[in-house]
């Protein structure tokens, strides 16, 4: 789990509060910052933004990497010769830090991604940065397709939710802690999108959080949280989901099986969206 705090804290400059526990909050696009506005009718296969203006510094990158970078989705990976790839050797080049995935316009619904040389200016700090991410995203795509790591959880109200109760049921996991103040800040998007499913007996949403049962009563009972809340699971997030930042999101199947692992809010609604009408 702390493997990454000494990348995140090339973050303390672009991130509004500190971090309380390492990987608590990933960093947040600068809301100020301005991209290369996009040519008009862009060709396939040509550069969504400029190169040269999202590599100027470390900065303008991560607000692009924040923004556009979504490798969960099922997109087109190209090679730095522009020759399509599978996307799990494009993710292992990533994971060496001389490329950066650069998005280009495409008719296809997940988007598509070329490999660049990062700029040695950017080559420190960006590479660090995005071989990091790289190899969490190939981890996550190597266990989808697959069941999830079966479990047996009581929430703090003493409901329990087993790998065997809930077959035939979509689950949703939140992986979150009470000190994580993004984990914190996409509450309320969670809980619309929990109403938005209230009528889906066949969904269930459950947070796994680090802290203890005390401590997140009390949270809950000041914070709205419509997600069903697991005490304790620092050790089945680590160990076998391999969660190393926080927020994760596990979307798992009717099966049983895990379909995608995303970072936000935003992105298990996309995903959900998705899932759910099948």
């Known amino acids: 789990m702390r493997n990454l705090c000494a990348i995140l804290l090339l973050f303390v400059l672009f991130s509004s509060s500190c971090l309380q526990k390492p990987n608590s909050d990933r960093p947040k696009p600068e809301s100020t910052q301005v991209l290369s506005v996009k040519e008009n009718m862009p060709k396939v296969g040509t550069p969504e933004y400029a190169l040269a203006s999202i590599t100027s ?8 990497h924040a923004r556009y970078v979504k490798l969960y989705r099922d997109f087109l990976p190209v090679d730095e010769n522009d020759k399509p790839i599978e996307k799990e050797a494009f993710l292992l080049k990533l994971t060496k830090g001389k490329f950066l995935p650069l998005l280009i316009h495409t008719e296809n619904p997940g988007g598509s991604y070329k490999l660049v040389k990062i700029p040695a200016h950017l080559k420190k700090d960006g590479g660090a940065v995005i071989a990091d ?6 981890r996550y795509f190597k266990m989808e397709g697959k069941p999830i790591p079966s479990f047996n959880f009581n929430d703090v109200n003493g409901v329990n939710y087993s790998s065997e109760n809930t077959k035939g049921k979509i689950v949703l996991f939140k992986c979150w802690f009470i000190g994580c103040v993004a984990c914190v800040q996409e509450m309320p998007e969670l809980n619309e999108m929990v109403e938005k ?4 007996k066949d969904i269930l949403f459950i947070s796994l959080a680090i802290d203890d049962k005390k401590p997140l009563l009390d949270f809950l009972g000041k914070t709205k949280f419509e997600y069903a809340t697991v005490p304790n ?5 680590t160990e076998k989901l391999k969660v190393n930042a926080y927020p994760s999101h596990f979307l798992i199947d009717k099966n049983g099986v895990l379909v995608k692992t995303v970072d936000t809010g935003s992105e298990t609604s996309e995903v959900l969206e ?3 009408v099948h």
Not at 57 to 64: A, K, L, P, V
């Open 57 to 64: 510094d470390f900065e303008h990158y991560w607000n692009y």
């Open 133 to 138: 991410y790289a190899k969490t995203q190939l």
């Open 197 to 200: 499913y209230k009528n889906r």
């Open 233 to 237: 699971q620092e050790k089945y997030m």
């Open 274 to 276: 998705q899932l759910a």
